[in-house]
């Protein structure tokens, strides 16, 4: 099986495409690099020092005795993607190759239309290039629960029947993301998606996905293997952050009163649901999806476990509350998305968060000079309400 | 009251800008003439020979005695968008501005990848100038009837109250376009206004339009204030395009079996509704929808109409059914969207369909050489499912 990975040298691309070529699929990952380009430009970089492109194929050759392709190329320009598609022809591309950072996206106006364009575009481009190239290919796309927002009802898997003024139909569940122009971005990708299978008849799974976290996969083996870990205050997640600052001994800052609460999955997971979406194709004209995560967790209760297993591997950590930089809710009091169907195709969590959390502390302890350097980028600088 | 009117050169844009001038608003018009270089990449023209806009303006200050500002410009560009606003300092935008047509965006990637880009920049362009200069200006944007698609339940205006499983919110209306590209535009946009006025207490008045059609309004009073009128297969809507085809003596071409329904208005109504939205803002963080039409019809039923009134007008006028060119519902057994939120502010349709058509045919007769001349761009060569 041929697999095309979009944005392969990211955090979950580079590990998935490892995954995927070392158990027999037939990988090329496309990527432009920009995300080490972006995370350059907030004056920050990766925990974890990962290697170039040429270095890490070569690398995982020489780890796993199997090859992985590689194409250099921004998913905006049309040639470009109808070229590798048109080279590759892949029974499913996986695409993780979009902007994905809320901050980000809320730097200032050229920021929201680059994230916004960069990722409806790339999008779109890779709609016609499998439409007009292989239109049997089945189109794994990376979304987010944070298109879903926090509704005071139950979120299913994309959609749901509705009963209103005495008569029903089975209509998408409304979108209202988080609040930032990232998500909204995702929103977009997901009626273009839609509207693809439906008029083209192409065939798509669209990921809804909740925060990932950990450092490991049973790829990362050696130093050359590593994966990124973001931790500065645009590109790193919650837990990233809290997990450097546990380590370079400062307090844990939860944004706020710490009440909002999100769904969590661990890296080796993500990559476990992944390889079951493209095992599992939908048919021709269906649009397929999955709310992919383990558990949903308040934020407050993630620094408490932080703090614990910090608190265990020696490190002095505290809880501090900062003025929250974001607009949204910070007292969730209902939040119950449902994830029924990747459990049914055979997912099983093989890690706690707890166990987790134990190695990636253990890990980021051997970076931790690189967390030094860049200790200044942790603090969140951009606001949601700011000029 | 200081209005600023984005898309000042199109067919509701001029009529709306010149309707406001007159009744003492302080009217600036912005655009780029870029519909009119569409429609002549298209090959085609409107059918009403319309004028330059200094000419325009020029007519309109010696017929009605007031002066409109206009300024050339692109929406995409943000430097331009800030400028405008700047200067002008309205108290409130209404943005026509953008690309409406659902064959052109569906024409190949590199229309589809403009519409959506374009439109979804230039609102955005404008949510942050309005949000960093004139923060209590009010938003009315155009939106339209097709963001909802055809459920099978009545379509609300925005906001519908949802029980699932056991618990109520109130969400958005699930938005599922008709099936094009430019629709799609539209639904991000939506989403986009929302969450500015949920992050920057923004005011937004999102309008879901029906189809808009007729020829004049109360201040095309002469052949230099005449508004476009598009009767190609691209930009034409269906009613214009069987008005244009009665005209010229050809069958009125319904795409397959007819049993499509849409929602219409007058472009006069449309004019009155459009200031009753200016006139009556939502407050600051509100974000406020209107469905706008005055009536539902089924599209074999809008061609027997043009056939009858077209035929009492002399008129030798068949029916003929093609193959439809696009992927859509073309028997609708349920459609029924709610439109009371305008009749409550005070609007009166004023003019019925059949009383519309007669003008639209007479006033066409008027200009059946300039339809002559295009007569090839009626037929639909836009293909929903081609290559």
Known sequence: MRVLVAGADGYIGFCLSMHLARNGFDVVGVDNFSRRRWVAEVGSHSATPIRSMPERLMAFEQAFGKKMDFEYG?????????YVVDKFRPDAVVHLGEQSSSPFSMMDVDHTVFTQTNNIVGTLNLLYAIHRI???CHLIKMGSMGEYGMPNIDIPEGFFEVEYRGRKDTL??????FTDWYHQSKVCDSINIMLACEIWSLRSTDIMQGVVYGTRTDETLNDSLLTRFDFDAVFGTVLNRFCAQAVLGRKLTVYGAGGQRR??????????????????PPDNGEYLVFNQFDEAYGIIELAEK??????????????????NPRVEEEDVSYYNPVHEKLYKLGFKPRHTLEEELNVMLTDLTKCKHRLIEKKDKILPKVQWKAE
Do not use: M, S, W
């Open 74 to 82: 921004d998913l905006r320009d049309y040639g470009f993607v109808h």
């Open 306 to 323: 932080v703090k614990r297993i910090g608190n265990k591997l020696g490190l002095d950590t505290e809880i501090e509350h900062v003025e």
């Open 172 to 177: 998408p569940f409304p979108k209202q993301p």
């Open 263 to 280: 769904p969590f999955i661990a890296l080796r997971d993500a990559i476990q649901c992944l390889r079951l979406a493209i095992e599992n």
């Open 134 to 136: 292989v239109p049997h």
